[in-house]
C-alpha cells in the first residue's frame, strides 16, 4: 500500500478470519449483513476517485454508505 499524507483512513481484514478492524454491515432491515474486506473515509472526491480505482484494481466491490 502506498503512504501519502493524506487524511483517509484505511480499515482492512483478512477475508475468513472472524478477526480484524471491520465490523459487520447490515441493512436497514437487518437480513443482509456482510463483512467489508476494507473500510475507508475519504476526506476528498479526489481520494474517494483513488480509492474506487484501487477497490476496481483488486476485483473488489465498492458500497457507499
Do not use: H, I
Amino acid at each position: 500500500m502506498r503512504t501519502s499524507t493524506s487524511t483517509t483512513r484505511t480499515t482492512t481484514r483478512t477475508a475468513g478470519t472472524g478477526r480484524g478492524g471491520t465490523a459487520p454491515w447490515r441493512n436497514w432491515a437487518g437480513n443482509v449483513t456482510v463483512r467489508p474486506r476494507r473500510t475507508v473515509a475519504p476526506a476528498s472526491a479526489e481520494e474517494v476517485a483513488d480509492a474506487v480505482r484501487r477497490a476496481a484494481g483488486e476485483g473488489l466491490r465498492v458500497k457507499a454508505a
